[in-house]
């Protein structure tokens, strides 16, 4: 069974920094890309960041880069994501997900989620 | 940055009902659209992938149709189980964006 579970979030001040993580288990992680999404609290989705499979490319939404980095670790089936200079705004649930490559490309499937609250 | 406006963003249907939901592309996106449901407190999950393929186990009341910038996602005969979010994502251009999202409820 593909299962990816997240972990590490929590409540930071405005300002902190925070990693999560992301344990891939049920299919072989070096092969994939992977993708974190999120959703901030009743609000809809927002992709976040892409990492391609040997984590040589990485793609941003302009809103965090230079604030969060996407990396993966093969040999540990774990994708992570290191998030500095938090918001406000940067609360929201963060969800991993698998690229899935076809004729075009989409995520399946998601993690449960871990929630990230910045506030003071 | 290519927008995606989702409609309606709510709506309220009966058990048997054919529902449709559309999403618009600010440009031509081809088939790089994806539809997912998500249900409160759970994560979204896939439903149909390049605009009109439907994922392993999903019913097929569910089905996707479209190309360029205008897509539909239909629920042929609406169950009491399909209360749900649905979502669209391009994945044409960074940044991949999604709808808004539309909060189907069932009568």
């Known amino acids: 069974e593909v299962r990816l579970v997240e972990s590490g979030g929590g409540l930071v001040q405005p300002g902190g920094s925070l990693r999560l993580s992301c344990a891939a288990s049920g299919f072989t992680f070096s092969s994939y890309w992977m993708s974190w999404v999120r959703q901030a609290p009743g609000k809809g989705l927002e992709w976040v960041a892409n990492?391609?499979?040997?984590?040589?490319?990485?793609f941003y939404v302009d809103s965090v880069k230079g604030r969060f980095t996407i990396s993966k670790d093969n040999a540990k089936n774990s994708l992570y994501l290191q998030m500095s200079n938090l918001r406000a705004e940067d609360t929201a649930v963060y969800y991993c997900?698998?690229?899935?490559?076809?004729?075009?490309?989409?995520?399946?499937?998601w993690g449960q989620g871990t929630p990230v609250t910045v506030s003071s | 940055d290519i927008q995606i406006t989702q409609a309606p963003s709510s709506l309220s249907a009966s058990v048997g009902d054919r529902v449709t939901i559309t999403c618009r592309a600010s440009?031509?996106?081809?088939?790089?659209l994806n539809w997912y449901q998500q249900k409160p407190g759970k994560a979204p999950n896939l439903l149909i992938s390049a605009a009109s393929s439907l994922q392993s186990g999903v019913p097929s009341r569910f089905s996707g149709s479209g190309s360029g910038t205008g897509f539909t996602l239909t629920i042929s005969s609406l169950q009491p189980e399909d209360s749900s979010t649905y979502f669209c994502?391009?994945?044409?251009?960074?940044?991949?964006?999604f709808g808004q999202g539309t909060n189907l409820e069932i009568k």
């Open positions: 990492i391609k499979q040997d984590g040589s490319e990485s």
């Open positions: 994502q391009q994945t044409y251009s960074i940044p991949y964006t």
């Open positions: 997900a698998r690229v899935i490559l076809g004729a075009v490309w989409w995520l399946d499937p």
């Open positions: 440009q031509s996106i081809g088939s790089y």
